[in-house]
């Protein structure tokens, strides 16, 4: 008994280890078409240099594992425990966010020799024999931070996107022809035409369900009462959305809320984040600045970059709203067997609903409850998931969340209707 339970522990550790190493790899495959300059600079306080989310994604598994984990545990350079801590406040002292773009030093080459250092302590440590109740906690924090490095492979890409638009030379992130599937997909989604799909009413169950990784904010699985509703068939695409733009709906306070209206004039803004308007001296077409430079904006793909503000405001105009995280997790749930449907892989969508604690919600015990429930105030929640999502990160219960005017993400629209 005492042998097969061994070996089953060891299967798993092997598994893990294998994924430990794929989506480490993953990271660095991501930013291997950038230079060091590329890496360094950071071009707003909501985005990090691709440099920093090398080193704090290592700094999660030093700090949260190694740590504990590690016989005669000794850090790989005593400063980072400051630089690369992003929030955590059980851990200690961090460095000012806005000032992660001024580390020069260290260099991307130090952190890649960090990101080394901590790769090969782990997988040692994977390789050991641990007390059962020890190699669980062991596992389970190894998961966490392995999706913990997901997130941010897709944060590194929006982040460099926004970078690069930045740029005068409007430089591509990649060619044309790496990002072809990709666009692939967006254009089938946004070119058939809108249907409304109608949901009846009842008690719904949202929320984590079955096997597999979760966060803690997908729980508890709990019933809402959904009225009846109809959900588009597909996200709204940038042909549909220039329209809006076109009928003047960045000039016309009505359709908007108002705080949406008043940040909509601080920031005096007439169009999508990398839209750039039509120039009759030029050749009278509308470009996006896309990873792979810019571009004709592509009419019949799925509207990105819009700001909750942005995607409320087009839904009122369009005889629609947003759906609630409720009626999203149904309508998906109901497609999810459905291959042509747009739910995942192309656009985080905007939902009416706060992102607040589920009824019964319980943070993470110890330093990593900080990781969601903290940040449950003031913000939206956007379900499905984006062409800049990692593989088999996504699922059905997966509750991502940004302020109403973050534009900067691949969020896009799905509309719903009472
Ligand atoms: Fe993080």
Known sequence: MHKLTNKLENKLANEL?????????????????????????????????AKWHLAHTTWFFETFIL????????????????????????????????????MTRPSLAEVQAYRQNVDQRLLALLGQTLAPDQMQQLTALV???????QQHQELLLTDIKHLLSMNPLQPPYLAWDVMTEETGAAAAAAATALQWQPFEA???????????FFFDNETPRHRQFVEPFSMASRLVS???????????????????????????QQQKLTRPLYWQAAHAQ?????????????????????????????????????????????????????????SAVDYFGIAWQWTTSSYAPYPGYVALPGAVGEYNGKFMVNQYVLRGSSSATPEGHARLSYRNFFPATARWQFSGIRLARS
């Open 67 to 102: 740590e504990q984990f590690e016989t005669g545990f000794r850090p790989f350079h005593p400063a980072f425990r400051v630089l690369f801590n992003s929030y955590y406040e059980g851990v200690g002292e961090q460095h000012p966010r806005a000032q992660r773009g001024l």
């Open 282 to 338: 030029f050749d009278s077409a509308w470009r996006e600045f896309t990873l792979h430079g810019l571009q004709p904006l592509a009419l019949h793909e799925a509207v990105t970059h819009i700001s909750f503000f942005e995607a409320e405001a087009y839904a009122r105009w369009a005889g629609a709203r947003l759906p609630t995280e409720a009626e999203w997790e149904l309508a998906a749930a109901a497609q999810i067997s459905d």
């Open 202 to 212: 009842g008690i719904v169950e949202i929320g984590h369900a079955g096997n597999g």
């Open 143 to 149: 998961e966490l931070g392995l999706q913990h490095e």
């Open 17 to 49: 280890a294998t994924a430990f190493s794929t989506i480490r790899d993953h990271t660095g495959t991501l930013a291997q078409p950038l230079s060091a300059e590329d890496c360094c600079v950071q071009s707003m306080p909501d985005a990090s240099p």
């Open 238 to 264: 940038k042909g549909e959305y220039l329209a809006f733009v076109e009928a003047g709906g960045y000039q016309n306070p009505l359709l908007w809320l108002a705080a949406g209206w008043d940040w909509v």
